[in-house]
């Protein structure tokens, strides 16, 4: 009734045995009144009364309570312990040098690549483990140890059974025991080999870098975050001429050219607050003598474990000479362009004259055809008219010996007029210049049956105003484009279109043929039809228009001419009538103008008030990237660096005092980390706005500097290009 419920089983077995004459010793637990747990150990056994055989049990308890708490919280401790050990690859260790007796931690046969299960018994075999070159050391480790009565600790190498070798820590400590002259030793033994070889790999790379530091071609130097020679190389003295001793009291700005300073400052600033990653730049050094040589500098950071800027590495190498070269050559180009420029100018305007004279060609040969073709039309033909009237006025006096012969003549003299009318169309066909290019396109599509070619003619721009020359041109050109077709495209077929687009005239000629190469066009030396596509595409230019080629070999071709037309022509352009409405209609749509507070426009604005600038505080632990801020912010007018802190506590304070709007702040700062300082200076001023900066981009530095209370987090890669940005928006954004 009283037993735990767990234990009540137990109970009922023991007094089971108890009346069948068995005695035991175990241990349970009572439920107390008070509802708590007491541990007992019964010592039990059987007892007769009367003789008539076991009808008692006699049992005899003792608290252990106590006891048993003691052994729950020691083997809880032994666990913990286990598994510190285990976690941290330690074996723990108790030695008796009296005895040489040796205790390890269970894991001491894993760490030690022992047999499993076993473990080392004594000293003399722990110690027969040591590197022989070890040995000695440790030897004498231990036995100053226990002579000072004091601590031991000692880096060492092991042997293990497999033959590799393990460095390992070793912490010691003598402990007397009952306050009697005998000495026992305990500790811990941790595996460092991944730490002694990471050790030695750090020490070779080092070695490496100095090497390449000391014996490199080009000038290399250490700096600090504030751009200060910590170390330099020879060929970096021999640069500069000046001695390392005296470079290490000087900084980068130092040495730079005035000229150049500001390039070089402004590049510092975009390196340092993590706008690059390195940066390349070509700049002038000025020597001891003070002269400039050109070098070309490139920069990179050497942050610590803990990315924090450390140095800055510079590699420098001298490009003076090729800099020389270089403003030579281009002066020499300069001095090129001109008279390339010259010449080019002679070959543009004797083009020009070229262009001109070809036109001037084509419309003399035009009169000349024309002219030759009204005195064939005016004289030969009305004259071979005239023939074959007076020739039938003989016909009633013929003889009939005669009109065989006569008759032949009015044949013949017939076939002569006729060809004379082919000439002159051939020549100049009256068509042109009596109805248009239009109607002469008609014609020309229809005389090309001749030749064997059908044409499928689309005119439109009926009434098209064109002046002699380019309705010359437009005719001239259809009909070699149409020849060319038929001499090289290889097909019975062909398509001439003429229409106006968008204020041009466009007369297109198309064909299904062979095709052809269209850079031959470009090539003024090209034989066959592309020659003649040359001289349309010079004549064509010649008017301001130009010639559009689609082909390829087996693809066919497209040739379009394009000719601006005169804005007077009726199928061309439709006049607008401007009048009020139509004015004030496009003054309606105008933009409207957008001023911005604190910009020109407000600043020139008569009787208003000067714009209230944003008062920032910088709180940043290197000078140069304070600077570099202060550089960034005040390029804004609206912006004013009124303080700067170098660490958290100082930040804190001078929010106190000077009550800025914004604080810039820098995450990671000594004294007060940057999350504690936003944090009191949130609580103290909730109308101060903080923007927190932090060369790590991570989610958890975000959120904790938003939950200590600031409006918002950037990188310092992207404060050079969004600080003020989000200085701005979050001052708007506390405003609303």
């Known amino acids: 009734e009283f037993c735990f419920p767990d234990d009540v089983s137990k109970v009922r077995i023991q007094l089971g045995n108890n009346f069948r004459g068995l005695s035991d010793q175990f241990d349970f637990r009572f439920r107390r009144g008070d509802g708590s747990t007491l541990s007992v150990l019964a010592e039990t056994c059987p007892f007769d009364v009367g003789g008539g055989g076991a009808n008692y049990a006699l049992w005899v308890c003792a608290d252990i309570t106590a006891r048993k708490r003691s052994e729950v919280d020691l083997r809880e401790a032994w666990e913990r312990l286990q598994y510190a050990l285990e976690s941290a690859d330690m074996v ?13 931690s269970t894991n001491a046969s894993r760490v030690l ?15 027969a483990m040591i590197h022989p070159e070890d040995q000695p050391r440790v030897v004498a480790a231990v036995q100053r140890a226990l002579r000072d009565q004091g601590d031991y600790h000692e880096e060492f190498r092991l042997v293990l059974a497999d033959g590799t070798v393990r460095w390992v820590a070793d912490h010691g400590r003598v402990t007397m025991v009952d306050g009697s002259k005998s000495a026992r030793m305990n500790g811990v033994i941790r595996d460092i080999t991944q730490l002694k070889t990471r050790e030695t790999a750090l020490r070779e790379s080092e070695g490496r870098f100095r090497a390449t530091f000391h014996q490199a071609a080009v000038g290399m130097c250490l700096m600090g975050p504030d751009g200060r020679f910590l170390q330099t190389n020879e060929r970096m003295c021999e640069l500069l001429d000046m001695a390392e001793s005296e470079l290490t009291m000087r900084n980068l700005f130092d040495v730079t050219h005035p000229d150049d300073r500001e390039a070089n400052r402004k590049l510092m600033n975009r390196l340092l607050l993590g706008g690059a990653g390195n940066i390349s730049l070509e700049q002038r050094l000025v020597r001891r003598d003070g002269s400039p040589v050109w070098v070309s500098m490139y920069l990179a950071l050497l ?3 803990g990315g924090r800027l450390e ?7 001298d490009i003076h000479a090729r800099k020389i070269a270089e403003h030579q050559l281009q002066q020499l180009n300069a001095d090129l362009e001109q008279r390339v420029a010259a010449r080019t100018r002679d070959l543009v305007h004797s083009q020009n004259r070229l262009r001109k004279l070809a036109s ?3 419309l003399t040969e035009e009169r000349e055809r024309r002219r030759i073709a009204g005195e064939l039309h005016d004289y030969l033909a009305q004259l071979l008219v005239a023939t074959r009237m007076k020739l039938n006025q003989t016909r009633p006096w013929r003889s009939t010996k005669y009109a065989a012969t006569l008759g032949e003549v009015d044949r013949m003299l017939d076939q002569a007029l006729t060809y004379t009318r082919t000439l002159v169309a051939q020549l100049s066909p009256p068509v042109l210049y009596q109805f248009g290019v239009p109607a002469a396109l008609k014609w020309l599509g229809d005389q090309m049956e001749r030749h064997g070619l059908r044409v499928r003619t689309h005119i439109g721009g009926e009434r098209l105003s064109l002046s002699e020359e380019e309705a010359v041109l437009l005719f001239q050109s259809a009909r070699e484009l149409l020849l060319n077709v038929v001499k090289h495209a290889g097909c019975p077929s062909a398509e001439m279109r003429l229409e106006v687009v968008a204020g041009n005239l466009h007369l297109t000629v198309r064909d299904d043929g062979r095709g052809f190469d269209s850079t031959a066009v470009r090539d003024s030396s090209a ?9 349309i595409r010079e004549r064509m230019e010649s008017l301001g228009g130009r010639v559009d080629i689609a082909t390829a070999p087996h693809q066919g071709t497209k040739v379009t001419l394009v000719m601006p037309l005169p804005l007077d ?6 006049s607008k009538t401007v009048t009020k409405e139509s004015i004030g209609a496009v003054k309606d749509r105008a933009p409207m103008r957008v001023t911005t507070i604190g910009g020109p426009e407000s600043a020139g604005a008569v009787g208003a008030a000067a714009p209230a600038r944003i008062r920032v505080l910088l709180a940043d632990d290197h000078a140069m990237v304070r600077q570099g801020l202060r550089s960034l912010l005040e390029g804004h007018q609206d912006m004013e660096v009124v303080a700067e802190a170098g660490d958290g506590m100082q930040a804190v304070a001078l929010a106190d005092e000077v009550r800025p709007d914004v604080v810039v702040m820098d995450l990671n700062l000594p004294s007060l980390d940057g999350v504690e300082a936003t944090r009191r200076i949130c609580a103290r001023h909730p109308s101060i706005v ?9 989610r958890h530095v975000e959120e904790a500097i938003r939950a200590a209370g600031a409006a918002t987090y950037l990188t310092k890669d992207c404060a050079v290009d969004q600080l003020y940005e989000a200085i701005t928006s979050s001052m708007m954004a506390r405003s609303a």
């Open 113 to 127: 690549n022992l047999p499993p299960g076993s473990t080392l018994h004594s000293g003399k075999e722990y110690f």
């Open 527 to 535: 034989s066959g039809n592309t020659f003649g596509l040359f001289s």
């Open 360 to 362: 001037d060609l084509s």
């Open 303 to 305: 942050l610590d474990a």
């Open 569 to 574: 022509t009726g199928e061309v352009q439709t």
């Open 92 to 104: 723990a260790w108790d030695w008796s040098p009296e005895s040489d007796v040796v205790i390890q």
């Open 311 to 317: 140095h800055v590495i510079g590699v420098i190498q």
């Open 690 to 698: 903080v923007v927190g900066l932090s060369v790590h981009q991570s």
